[in-house]
């Protein structure tokens, strides 16, 4: 019974992101249509609500190519492993149902980042291009750089909490939010998770002035869309972990999903107003600006933590 439940649960799950994911997407395109004073879209159905879905079935009912000289069963497969991980990963929402009670969500969140790079890196090698191949790089080298920036914000606040459990961040943020106390911290997250994400003014795996679209240029019509629906339901979790860690996470109530979703709208606002990046200049911030900074807040919550122990 309870494999049963736990399967009906992960289903519903997946249903839901899948949804979300689509009018993340709906979001995204009319932000964006307003930011640069036009509509967006709203045409098809209800000022445009049924845009998403008329989206994947032109996409999911296009002609597959395949590049002649790819290597096809990694070219094939990648996309679907990318969004496998992607989905994988909301294991770790912090419910408090015992669907997923992870002890050690935060290890487990990494473990699944981590994992990402390999897809992305595969798809750009199997395709055999050379704009493919150099947009796989790129994008490689900077999620591995921001990953550490990443893992040492988590690693503070696995200090500070004491545990590796997404839960705990409910209750130790029942009075007063992490933001407030940690507003510097949750910049250079929301930064990290920018790059990590591949989202614009850190899209160098998709420049289109010099790489066309990066690694997913060899893609078309079903792989192009898994690797489309795994960076977005990407999106949603990086909003949603943020909101965990820093805006209290109580998940049952409707007040965090409204947080979410306006983090997920930061996520756009930011590519409708930042140009992007010199490339140089990206791996600057992450191993000049953000490491130090992370690092420096790893040691003050270590010595809080020894001077708090101190004095019990």
Do not use: H
């Amino acid at each position: 019974m309870d494999l049963i439940l736990s399967l009906v649960g992960s289903l519903l799950l997946i249903i839901c992101v899948m949804v979300s994911v689509a009018f993340l997407t709906l979001l995204e395109r009319k932000v964006l249509g307003y930011i640069q004073i036009r509509k967006g879209p709203n045409k098809v159905g209800l000022v445009g609500i049924l845009q998403p879905f008329c989206d994947a079935i032109k996409l999911f009912t296009k002609e597959q190519t395949y590049p002649l000289m790819a290597n096809y069963m990694s070219y094939y497969f990648s996309p679907i492993f990318s969004l496998f991980l992607a989905l994988l990963i909301w294991m770790c929402i912090p419910l408090m149902i015992s669907l997923y009670s992870f002890n050690l969500g935060l290890l487990f969140f990494l473990a699944c980042t981590s994992l990402g790079v390999y897809t992305v890196m595969i798809a750009g090698w199997s395709s055999n291009s050379n704009y493919a191949l150099l947009g796989g790089l790129r994008a490689v080298a900077q999620t591995i750089s921001y990953e550490v920036s990443l893992a040492l914000i988590l690693l503070s606040f696995v200090f500070l909490i004491g545990g590796y459990n997404l839960l705990d961040f409910y209750y130790y943020q029942y009075y007063l939010w992490f933001i407030v106390i940690f507003f510097p911290l949750s910049l250079v997250w929301f930064a990290s998770c920018l790059a990590e994400t591949n989202r614009t003014p850190f899209d160098f795996a998709e420049g289109e002035s010099e790489l066309v679209s990066g690694f997913n240029v060899e893609y078309s019509s079903g792989g192009f869309a898994l690797i489309f629906l795994a960076e977005y339901a990407s999106i949603l979790f990086m909003s949603m972990l943020f909101s965990v860690i820093f805006l209290g996470s109580d998940v049952f109530s409707l007040f965090f999903y409204m947080k979410l979703v306006f983090i997920s709208f930061l996520f756009i606002w930011v590519r409708g107003t930042l140009p992007r990046f010199r490339y140089d200049k990206l791996m600057y911030l992450a191993w000049k600006s953000f490491l130090p900074f992370s690092l420096n807040y790893l040691l003050f919550f270590i010595g809080l933590k020894i001077l708090i122990f101190s004095y019990l």
